[in-house]
């Protein structure tokens, strides 16, 4: 898998959540909700029903937020602040992983197994051309970047602190808020393009 991702040129994954989990992901981790709810622990989740099934796993983008998924969260809930966290590559290999090629509630993906989407091909899929599409080429897409900007990886189990590389900020005002939050090792950064939509969105209407 290792040398898989990098032949892609993957750089780091990303995960989106509400600003008010800093404090506690940065003591417990990244932790699907099935354990936060046995462990009694306090949270503020994006998806209270996540269709998907998996409450066993966090999700995941690849070098681009899943805009449309970010979009909605952040439209129906306007009073709350937002984080975009940067997290390792690594944890594509030395973490269990589902990989999915369109929004992972889609009934596309429930119908398939969960192991149908781990692996090595399971990866490549991400990058397939999409029918009815124009062609990654067209699109532009970096050759890191999935093709469908829903595509989303699954996590499988807590995912420690110590695969967060940076926490970005949609601005300086938000940052302030939280960055007392955040360990000196790690970058604190305003990155505005990650609360945008991909620049080819256009095509997925």
């Not at 970010?70 to 975009?84: A, C």
Request: net charge neutral; proline share 5%.
């Amino acid at each position: 898998m290792r040398n898989t991702v990098e032949q892609y040129g993957v750089r780091f994954l990303l995960h989106f959540t509400q600003a008010s989990n800093i404090s506690s992901i940065f003591q417990h981790g990244i932790v699907p909700i099935s354990q936060l709810q046995s462990r009694n622990m306090a949270y503020n989740w994006n998806d209270a029903y996540r269709l998907d099934g998996c409450h066993n796993a966090s999700c995941f983008s690849i070098e681009v937020p899943n805009y449309k998924m970010f979009y909605k969260y952040r439209y129906e809930n306007p009073q709350l602040d937002w984080v975009v966290l940067g997290i390792r590559k690594e944890i594509l290999w030395e973490k269990d992983c589902a990989f999915c090629i369109e929004n992972a509630a889609s009934t596309a993906i429930t119908q398939t197994s969960i192991e149908s989407r781990k692996g090595v091909q399971a990866f490549r899929r991400l990058y397939d051309e999409v029918p009815n599409k124009p062609t990654r080429q067209i699109l532009k897409l970096h050759s890191a970047t999935p093709t469908n900007p829903q595509a989303e990886v699954l996590v499988f189990g807590n995912v420690e602190p110590t695969y967060i590389f940076s926490v970005c900020f949609e601005n300086t005002i938000i940052s302030e808020k939280y960055k007392q939050y955040v360990p000196s090792s790690v970058n604190v950064e305003i990155q505005k393009w990650l609360y945008e939509p991909r620049h080819d969105y256009e095509h997925w209407r």
